[in-house]
């Protein structure tokens, strides 16, 4: 079992920033590749970014490339979502998860998932 707890969620201008953060637990943080996703009221939950165990591959959706960037530190066990240029559209709960198959961006695949920080993006 893995538990994953995240935190940096807040209220923010537009063009502001946030990092968000994710510390999983239970479990061997490095054999898990580690996602983003997020859901806005009244729609279906996408996904924002991933990463893969050794950091090496990166996925992001189109509506967050070039403002939004994950990584992971496994020295302090967490992993970050530094979100930049933020938009009123970028308004949702953030969720973590941890999938220990294949890198990807289904989040059917992910065994593990915290219970989200709400990012709110003012115009």
């Known amino acids: 079992q893995v538990q994953l707890v995240e935190s940096g969620g807040g209220l923010v201008q537009s063009g502001g920033s946030l990092r968000l953060s994710c510390v999983p637990s239970g479990r061997t943080f490095s054999n898990y590749n580690m996602g983003w996703f997020r859901q806005a009221p009244g729609k279906e939950r996408e996904f924002v970014a991933a990463?893969?165990?050794?950091?090496?591959?990166?996925y992001y959706a189109d509506s967050v490339k070039g403002r939004f960037t994950i990584s992971r530190d496994t020295a302090k066990n967490t992993v970050y979502l530094q979100m930049n240029s933020l938009k009123p559209e970028d308004t949702a709960v953030y969720s973590c998860?941890?999938?220990?198959?294949?890198?990807?961006?289904?989040?059917?695949?992910?065994?593990?998932w915290g219970q989200g920080t709400q990012v709110t993006v003012s115009s």
């Open positions: 998860a941890a999938d220990g198959g294949l890198l990807t961006t289904s989040a059917r695949a992910y065994d593990y």
């Open positions: 990463i893969s165990r050794a950091s090496i591959t990166t």
